[in-house]
């Protein structure tokens, strides 16, 4: 949803006039309206602001379990899938997916 200032005050239809439109408020409104006062020269958009200031950490690390090699072979498929992008087809290139990254971690950073 686009946000928009407007820099003069609106002409507003009857039925609109209730509406707190007045120049220099800014308001969220669907992209058709938006359009419309844009093309009317009475608003701008405002610049993109971050939606939340809790700054990201990026995704969750996938758990390893310590007991990842005694685990059903359809359980580490599923391990290897959310440590890799490339495609998995084998148990066995499953294990050397899960170790790989069990070896990276375990390394000094």
């Known amino acids: ?9 609106p002409k507003l239809p009857r039925d609109w006039a209730d509406k707190p439109y007045r120049k220099g408020t800014e308001h ?4 058709d ?7 009317r020269g009475v608003a701008e958009i405002v610049a993109d602001r971050p939606e939340s200031t809790i700054e990201e950490t990026g995704p ?9 090699r005694d685990q059903h072979h359809m359980a580490r498929f599923a391990l290897a899938r959310k440590l890799t992008d490339e495609p998995v087809d084998s148990a066995a290139a499953a294990d050397d997916v899960i170790a790989a990254e069990v070896e990276r971690r375990a390394r000094p950073a």
Do not use: C, N
Not at 1 to 9: L, Q
Not at 28 to 31: F, L
Not at 33 to 39: F, I, P, S, V
Not at 60 to 68: F, G, L, M, Y
């Open 1 to 9: 949803m686009p946000r928009i200032r407007f820099t003069v005050d």
């Open 28 to 31: 969220d409104v669907s992209a």
């Open 33 to 39: 309206e938006a359009d419309r006062w844009l093309r």
């Open 60 to 68: 969750e690390p996938v758990e390893i379990p310590d007991d990842w």
